[in-house]
């Protein structure tokens, strides 16, 4: 079965191209109603968005016949001549929105069929001309043009900065674009900004087991980013779906409800918890479980301001600097960026770290994802959307990143 989303002005127009991209034998299986997104929002009406279904076997020649039409079509030039704020109406928009999908589409074959390659390089240009994934801070803050000669990157700027994307980032995603002529097709512009944003975001690191047991896993981070129960998620992940060996443990002696949490999500899981008091415990509870796959420690929520709290989680961690390990800072997407910088260079300066961005159902700008990439250099590993254990979790996904950025649904 294959199920696709069509979305258009009125009911009869998405049924128009369900029939139309899926055959006759297409279902309706669901009908709603969208409200507009991005910079012209005030200005849009609503959407509908129908839901089909049909067949695989029956749709597979048509399916080959999109993929090559959208291939085909990459370079159309649809939108040449839109050079003036005026011209920008709501087709013009509904049309970026539209390539920003078909961009996706395309870029996922291209790292479908060749992942590790896609990890380090993407083309840019008609003379295959790559850029290293490992921008240096210098090079994403270099000086844009002042005056931006096309519409559309100006256009596309603003919409960054309305995702909260830093205008020196927004900068440095546009800079080669900002003296192109206003007869570029807006496609080809779209695709390389796009492409430029997935490459900032760099490599998605996610958690693996390592190559001998246990590999004991840290949550740090502020007071009320939501660690304990990202742990919980990533626990329970790992044991139903890879069936690993798990074991928690809380050295968040602050916060006698921590303590009570964790022992409720234990229970439910059936694994051991244990809870922590000194680096010596610490290293006692590693060897008392040292068959587990995995040993995850929910930290306490520690201000990194306090020199006290932070010496502590030092010693916490250097207790067990013999086993494999990974530190993962737990930030929420909902606290402003210079805060953000604050925490994370704290911790910069005691080890190293990866990056899970919590509570991304409660803020509408994402550019703080990429804002704290680029100022850090950490690898991005998670991200969660909601309270729902095992659920509301997942890896960092760039094309969602780059679409929603850019004004996509």
């Known amino acids: 079965m294959i199920i696709k989303k069509f979305n258009a002005q009125t009911e009869k127009e998405a049924i128009l191209m369900a029939k139309e991209e899926l ?67 709501e087709e013009t928009q509904n049309a970026i929105e539209e390539k920003i999908n078909n961009i996706a589409k395309l870029l996922e074959q291209q790292m479908t069929k060749n992942k590790e390659e896609a990890s380090t390089k993407l083309v840019i240009d008609e003379s295959q001309e790559t850029i290293n994934t490992n921008i240096s801070v210098e090079s994403a803050t270099k000086e844009v043009p002042k005056n931006i000669d096309n519409k559309v990157v100006e256009l596309i ?9 830093l205008g ?12 192109e002529s206003g007869n570029v097709p807006i496609d080809n512009i779209l695709s390389k900004v ?9 490599e998605i690191k996610q958690l693996d087991a390592g190559d001998k047991k246990p590999k004991i896993v840290f949550f740090v981070g502020n007071t009320g980013v939501g660690k304990t129960t990202t742990m919980a998620k990533l626990a329970s992940k790992f044991m139903l779906d890879e069936k690993k060996n798990i074991a928690m443990v809380s050295v968040d002696t602050y916060r006698i409800a921590a303590i009570e949490q964790i022992k409720t999500y234990a229970n439910i899981l059936s694994v051991p918890m244990e809870v922590v008091y000194s680096p010596e ?22 201000s990194h301001r306090n020199e006290e709290q932070k010496k502590d989680l030092q010693e916490i961690i250097d207790s067990v600097s013999e086993y494999e390990k ?62 729902n254990v095992p659920d509301d979790i997942g890896a960092v996904n760039p094309q969602i990143i780059a679409k929603k950025l850019l004004g996509g649904a």
């Not at 415990?281 to 520690?302: L, Q």
């Not at 910088?341 to 550019?367: A, H, N, Q, V």
Request: charged letters at 30%.
């Open 281 to 302: 415990e610490m290293k006692n509870v590693v060897e008392k479980h040292k068959n587990c796959d995995f040993i995850f420690v929910d930290t306490a929520g520690r």
């Open 157 to 165: 700027k603003t919409q960054l900065e309305d995702n909260e994307v």
């Open 23 to 89: 055959g006759p034998d297409a279902i309706v299986m669901n009908v709603k109603t969208i409200k507009p997104k991005g910079i012209f929002a005030l200005f849009k009406k609503s959407k509908v968005e129908l839901t089909a279904a049909i067949d695989d076997r029956l749709s597979e020649k048509k399916n080959n016949d999109v993929i090559n039409k959208i291939a085909e079509n990459k370079s159309s030039d649809f939108v040449k001549g839109f050079v003036a704020s005026k011209d920008y109406n």
């Open 168 to 179: 020196k980032y927004a900068d440095s995603i546009i800079e080669e674009f900002a003296s």
């Open 194 to 202: 796009y492409q430029k944003i997935v490459l900032k975001l760099g």
């Open 326 to 387: 990974e530190v993962y800072l737990v930030v929420s997407a909902t606290v402003k960026y210079n805060d953000l910088k604050s925490i994370s260079k704290t911790y910069e300066d005691m080890f190293p770290y990866k990056l899970i961005f919590t509570k991304l159902d409660e803020t509408k700008g994402w550019g703080n994802i990429l804002n704290l990439k680029l100022e850090t250099g950490k690898d991005l590993s998670y991200v969660t959307w909601g309270q």
